[in-house]
């Protein structure tokens, strides 16, 4: 087997690149290595989510493609900034500026040969690319006296949106970059798609923003008390558990049996409470006023005569949406998609609706003319 390296008919200078590329390799591998796990580690201190992190080695074909074309141009291995390559690939555009603060606070950046791609577009132009930072491992960062060279090489950090990502994907597969290659009503085509994907950039970075800051008003909202202006939904209902507003009931019903109180999510509930028409936090707040005495008369029914000292603390809120139910002519079929709701669709459920139905019977307010 021949082993020989190949020859790709580069003049003695770009060969003796080459050449050094080749002895490099180890390091480059390396330097990718650690280059990987550093922007894992910091975006996942940093609490931010990404499509994905991905490293390469430029490949021995590429740099010598690339030597033919501008070899000239290098003095040494070392300018060439790009033999090693991370791409971070986030959901939104704000999170480019995001994980560039990061990447500038643990490297070194070479602001001389960085450059941000986004602002090189004219105006009637609606191509745009990624964020490239070229940078270093400082000390540090990573330090190993028996090989100082990671230290020096250059490296390149890409950084872009998914659709960003795709634009990029597609020029480069369509051969668009030259924008002399594609004929012209395909090239028309082709800035049709950039300017669609720009726009969905945009507004999915609206959209977010738009839903952040609902959220904020409808958490303080609900912390307020003002629960007539709040909407009913998970992002609302949540911030309204957060209060504990069924703490109140459920400890009342641990004390029948001296019970203790197991903690359990009553956001499951909230599709019933949907089902059942409820809009706006104040509806949730008005049923566990007007129904808050009946859903412990309820318990007391259930759990009166019984041994059973655990109980899980959303059964103050299941008990006051049973209460709801009866009061409002659900009765067992209420009952049943209450249940089908919460657990799926089980035969269990007709028999459980029906033992709640006979515990409620003689209860006040199952005779009360509502």
Same mark, same amino acid.
């Given at each position: 087997?021949?082993?020989?390296?190949?020859?790709?008919?580069?003049?003695?200078?770009?060969?003796?690149?080459?050449?050094?590329?080749?002895?490099?390799?180890?390091?480059?591998?390396?330097?990718?290595?650690?280059?990987?796990?550093?922007?894992?580690?910091?975006?996942?201190?940093?609490?931010?989510?990404?499509?994905?992190?991905?490293?390469?080695?430029?490949?021995?074909?590429?740099?010598?493609?690339?030597?033919?074309?501008?070899?000239?141009?290098?003095?040494?291995?070392?300018?060439?900034?790009?033999?090693?390559?991370?791409?971070?690939?986030?959901?939104?555009?704000?999170?480019?500026? %995001?994980?560039? /603060? @990061? *990447? !500038?606070?643990?490297?070194?950046?070479?602001?001389?040969?960085?450059? #941000?791609?986004? +602002?090189?577009?004219?105006?009637?132009?609606?191509?745009?690319?990624?964020?490239?930072?070229?940078?270093?491992?400082?000390?540090?960062?990573?330090?190993?006296?028996?090989?100082?060279?990671?230290?020096?090489?250059?490296?390149?950090?890409?950084?872009?949106?998914?659709?960003?990502?795709?634009?990029?994907?597609?020029?480069?597969?369509?051969?668009?970059?030259?924008?002399?290659?594609?004929?012209?009503?395909?090239?028309?085509?082709?800035?049709?798609?950039?300017?669609?994907?720009?726009?969905?950039?945009?507004?999915?970075?609206?959209?977010?923003?738009?839903?952040?800051?609902?959220?904020? %008003?409808?958490? /303080? @909202? *609900? !912390?307020?008390?003002?629960?007539?202006?709040?909407?009913?939904?998970? #992002?609302?209902? +949540?911030?309204?558990?957060?209060?504990?507003?069924?703490?109140?009931?459920?400890?009342?019903?641990?004390?029948?049996?001296?019970?203790?109180?197991?903690?359990?999510?009553?956001?499951?509930?909230?599709?019933?409470?949907?089902?059942?028409?409820?809009?706006?936090?104040?509806?949730?707040?008005?049923?566990?006023?007007?129904?808050?005495?009946?859903?412990?008369?309820?318990?007391?029914?259930?759990?009166?005569?019984?041994?059973?000292?655990?109980?899980?603390?959303?059964?103050?809120?299941?008990?006051?949406?049973?209460?709801?139910?009866?009061?409002?002519?659900?009765?067992?079929?209420?009952?049943?998609?209450?249940?089908?709701?919460?657990?799926?669709?089980?035969?269990?459920?007709?028999?459980?609706?029906?033992?709640?139905?006979?515990?409620?019977?003689?209860?006040?307010?199952?005779?009360?003319?509502?």
């Amino acid at each position: 087997m021949d082993d020989a390296p190949k020859d790709y008919g580069l003049d003695l200078h770009c060969t003796l690149i080459l050449e050094e590329y080749r002895e490099m390799l180890p390091v480059f591998n390396k330097v990718r290595d650690i280059v990987l796990d550093q922007l894992r580690k910091t975006l996942d201190e940093a609490g931010l989510i990404v499509s994905n992190v991905v490293g390469r080695i430029k490949s021995e074909e590429s740099l010598a493609g690339k030597l033919e074309l501008k070899g000239a141009k290098y003095r040494t291995l070392g300018d060439i900034t790009d033999i090693v390559g991370a791409r971070v690939v986030t959901f939104y555009s704000e999170d480019v500026d %995001k994980l560039s /603060s @990061l *990447v !500038e606070k643990h490297f070194d950046v070479d602001w001389g040969t960085s450059v #941000d791609k986004r +602002k090189l577009h004219a105006l009637d132009s609606f191509g745009y690319d990624s964020l490239h930072y070229i940078c270093r491992i400082p000390e540090s960062v990573y330090k190993d006296s028996s090989c100082p060279a990671i230290n020096t090489i250059p490296f390149e950090i890409q950084m872009r949106t998914v659709l960003q990502h795709a634009w990029a994907t597609i020029s480069h597969d369509a051969g668009y970059k030259s924008g002399i290659e594609v004929p012209k009503e395909h090239l028309r085509n082709l800035n049709r798609l950039a300017g669609l994907l720009e726009l969905a950039d945009e507004q999915f970075s609206n959209i977010r923003s738009s839903l952040n800051d609902y959220r904020r %008003k409808a958490h /303080s @909202l *609900v !912390e307020s008390g003002k629960f007539d202006e709040v909407l009913l939904d998970g #992002d609302t209902f +949540k911030s309204y558990l957060e209060l504990k507003p069924f703490d109140f009931l459920i400890k009342k019903i641990a004390m029948i049996n001296q019970a203790e109180i197991q903690r359990t999510s009553a956001m499951p509930y909230l599709k019933v409470l949907k089902e059942l028409g409820f809009n706006t936090i104040a509806d949730v707040e008005k049923m566990k006023v007007e129904c808050g005495d009946d859903a412990y008369q309820l318990a007391v029914s259930q759990l009166g005569g019984t041994d059973i000292d655990i109980i899980v603390s959303s059964v103050a809120i299941q008990d006051l949406i049973t209460v709801y139910i009866l009061r409002n002519g659900g009765g067992k079929k209420g009952l049943e998609r209450m249940y089908e709701i919460l657990v799926g669709q089980s035969s269990y459920n007709a028999v459980r609706a029906r033992q709640v139905i006979e515990a409620a019977a003689s209860l006040p307010f199952m005779r009360r003319d509502f």
